[in-house]
């Protein structure tokens, strides 16, 4: 497959670009709504959700990455400040690395408290008295707020790109010729 820069991004690149939003946005809207949930047999249900939610954001996640590599993509964008452009670069790998973070921290959580039983194969059994007991639940709270902020600092830098710089960066996250 060719390397040569293009002016837009692949449409399967696009496409995987805002199902991860969609993904993201769901799996952690249901985390946050969840966490105030008591512990009980309701519960069962919007946590099958949630991790379902996490592995294909996760699958998809590798799909995009591999993509990447091997579909032609656009030359790196540039605000014109070589600090600015690295800190965009950083960004970029950080939000693949603490999306892999979330869910690492959700599948260790799953194996601590024997969640996979419960939620997929019907044990009967009840759900932990307090997720907050295992490490892995603190580690899963503190992870979701740093990615959050380095979607905020992305969605910024795209708002920077389209209505400051007005390079029309957005165009290149879509469909068209
Ligand atoms: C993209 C992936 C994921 C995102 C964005 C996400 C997001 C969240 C958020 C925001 C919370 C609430 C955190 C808090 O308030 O401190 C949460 C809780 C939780 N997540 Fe995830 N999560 C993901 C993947 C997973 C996976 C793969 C699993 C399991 C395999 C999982 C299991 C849980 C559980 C059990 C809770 C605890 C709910 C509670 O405390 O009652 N998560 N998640």
Do not use: C, E
Not at 134 to 147: E, K, V
């Amino acid at each position: 497959m060719s390397k040569t820069p293009s002016a837009r991004y692949h449409p399967l690149q696009v496409s995987f670009h805002w199902l991860v939003v969609v993904l993201l946005f769901a799996a952690f809207i249901l985390g946050k709504y969840m966490s105030g949930l008591p512990n009980d047999a309701a519960k069962i249900a919007p946590i099958g959700i949630h991790m379902i939610l996490g592995f294909v954001t996760l699958f998809v996640m590798i799909a995009r990455f591999v993509a990447r590599l091997r579909l032609p993509k656009p030359a790196s964008a540039t605000t014109g400040n070589v600090f600015f452009d690295q800190i965009g670069k950083i960004v970029h790998y950080a939000l693949y690395a603490f999306v892999f973070l979330m869910v690492m921290s959700g599948m260790a959580l799953s194996l601590q408290s024997g969640l996979t039983s419960i939620v997929f194969g019907g044990s009967g059994a009840s759900l932990p008295a307090d997720f907050f007991a295992f490490t892995s639940r603190m580690l899963h709270g503190f992870i979701a707020p740093a990615l959050l902020l380095l979607v905020v600092l992305h969605v910024g830098a795209a708002l920077y790109h389209q209505f400051l710089l007005k390079d029309n960066l957005l165009a290149r996250m879509w469909y068209g010729k």
